[in-house]
């Protein structure tokens, strides 16, 4: 069954700390995405990737960078977090054309204060 | 970039009545579209996509949606709710040029015993 694993599950931050979000997938797929969830928003991507070595920017990169060291690895890095970003962050993995179903993490509850 | 646009933040039913959620989409080519569900501290799963042929396309538990290219929507319907299908649900598009899927602000269903 495919597996997309997030860590932390919550993470409490300071203002200005440097935040790591990881994501593992077993699925083998080559496209990896980070999306944050907030109320009225719904889901917004941040960055994406097409596979190891490779991100590209989203609609909201600014303030986030992100790592695809690997085909089963995808980071999303706060350098200098700020309480706008207090959020529920999800990463997804899926193929490509007609087989881009999307498989969701359980999501990373972010609190800066 | 494509969009959607979900116009009901919130849809109260009652069990045993119809159900049909909005969606809208904005993509210059041929879209690819989705319908996921969320439900309370989980990530999103999928309940049914449309690539192309038959624009009625059938789900799990039930549910079912509607392609109509002239009136650029997708929206899904349920003949029967159940208190089981409270949750919220999110319409997506991407496209079969591998761009990322981008989701609606999603609509929150609660069906009332």
């Known amino acids: 069954e495919a597996a997309v694993t997030q860590s932390p599950r919550n993470k409490v931050a300071v203002t200005g700390g440097k935040v790591t979000l990881s994501c593992n997938q077993t699925?083998?797929?080559?496209?990896m995405y980070w999306y944050r969830q907030d109320t009225g928003h719904g889901l917004r991507l941040i960055h994406y990737s097409y596979g190891a070595g490779s991100t590209e920017k989203g609609d909201i990169p600014d303030g986030y960078k992100a790592s695809r060291p690997s085909q089963e690895n995808f980071s999303l890095i706060l350098e200098l977090a700020t309480p706008s970003q207090t959020s529920v962050y999800f990463c997804?993995?899926?193929?490509?054309?007609?087989?881009?179903?999307?498989?969701f993490g359980a999501g990373t509850r972010l609190s800066v204060l | 970039a494509q969009s959607v646009t979900q116009p009901d933040a919130r849809v109260t039913v009652s069990e045993g009545a119809s159900l049909q959620l909005r969606c809208k989409y904005s993509y210059s080519a041929t879209p690819y579209l989705f319908w996921y569900v969320q439900y309370p501290r989980q990530g999103l799963q999928l309940l049914l996509k449309y690539y192309s042929g038959d624009p009625v396309v059938q789900g799990v538990n039930g549910f079912e949606a509607e392609f109509s290219k002239s009136n650029s929507s997708f929206h899904l319907r349920k003949a029967s709710v159940h208190w089981s299908d409270s949750a919220v649900y999110f319409c997506?598009?991407?496209?079969?040029?591998?761009?990322?899927?981008?989701f609606g602000a999603g609509t929150k269903l609660t069906v009332k015993p």
């Open positions: 997506a598009v991407s496209g079969n040029n591998n761009n990322a899927p981008r």
């Open positions: 699925n083998n797929h080559n496209n």
């Open positions: 997804a993995s899926g193929g490509t054309g007609s087989q881009n179903t999307l498989y």
